[in-house]
């Protein structure tokens, strides 16, 4: 049985093109171990296949990059993380940094970056992409201001279920994704209403997609 030595890695990303092009990049110095496309299945097989590094976008359906970092940090605090994404706002990569990513990388950078993201991430150490880095870290450093990010004001089990209602789910379907019942989905849903001060399911949709909860 020969066994690989090459760092393990677990992909998401919801683009097959962009997917494929990582998978060649990728195979030439790590272990791709598999290509998921939504955020669901990428806890699911970080669950089963305990990855060395798991390299995700932000913008994935049935749960975001962000959100899905925060449950395989849940399930395995020790788990190393590499966000890929198109997304060159400060305001995401201090949230990525802040629910526990090494890497941050943006999707035009130079292939070069990914693989010294990742190989940052094996030994512990954080890489952001220079572009953004500066800006970053001055706001890592300003006053907190968690407070006022408004997707903070909301539980994870909310913004699943935002993230699920706002790809066009019924509650019902909602319900079945999550092993919940619909009421509970409803419940949620007006209690979000309630604390962002919104009135219908619209401003709840135009809210999710505004602050990166849900891809366009």
């Given at each position: 049985?020969?066994?690989?030595?090459?760092?393990?890695?677990?992909?998401?990303?919801?683009?097959?093109?962009?997917?494929?092009?990582?998978?060649?990049?990728?195979?030439?110095?790590?272990d791709l171990v598999e290509v998921v496309e939504d955020g669901r299945a990428l806890v699911a097989?970080?669950?089963?296949?305990?990855?060395?590094?798991?390299?995700?976008?932000?913008?994935m359906p049935m749960l975001n990059g962000i959100d899905a970092l925060l449950q395989l940090k849940r399930d395995n605090p020790a788990?190393?993380?590499?966000?890929?994404?198109?997304?060159q706002e400060v305001a995401y990569a201090r949230r990525a940094l802040e629910a526990g990513a090494l890497g941050y990388v943006l999707k035009h950078s130079a292939p070069?970056?990914?693989?010294?993201a990742i190989r940052a991430?094996?030994?512990?150490?954080?890489?952001?992409?220079?572009?953004?880095?500066?800006?970053?870290l001055r706001a890592l450093q300003s006053e907190p201001r968690r407070a006022e990010e408004p997707t903070a004001r909301l539980t994870p089990r909310q913004r699943e279920i935002l993230q699920l209602l706002a790809e066009g789910r019924s509650a019902k379907e909602t319900a079945n994704t999550l092993g919940i019942s619909p009421r509970t989905v409803e419940f949620h849903k007006y209690q979000m209403m309630e604390t962002l001060g919104l009135h219908n399911s619209a401003e709840l949709v135009h809210f999710a997609i505004k602050h990166g909860i849900v891809g366009i």
């Open positions: 049985m020969t066994h690989s030595c090459r760092p393990r890695v677990l992909l998401a990303d919801d683009h097959r093109l962009v997917a494929e092009g990582l998978r060649s990049l990728l195979s030439q110095d790590f097989a970080a669950k089963r296949l305990h990855p060395d590094v798991v390299v995700a976008d932000i913008a788990v190393k993380v590499v966000i890929l994404t198109m997304h070069a970056e990914l693989v010294m991430a094996l030994a512990g150490k954080t890489y952001l992409t220079p572009a953004l880095a500066g800006e970053v």
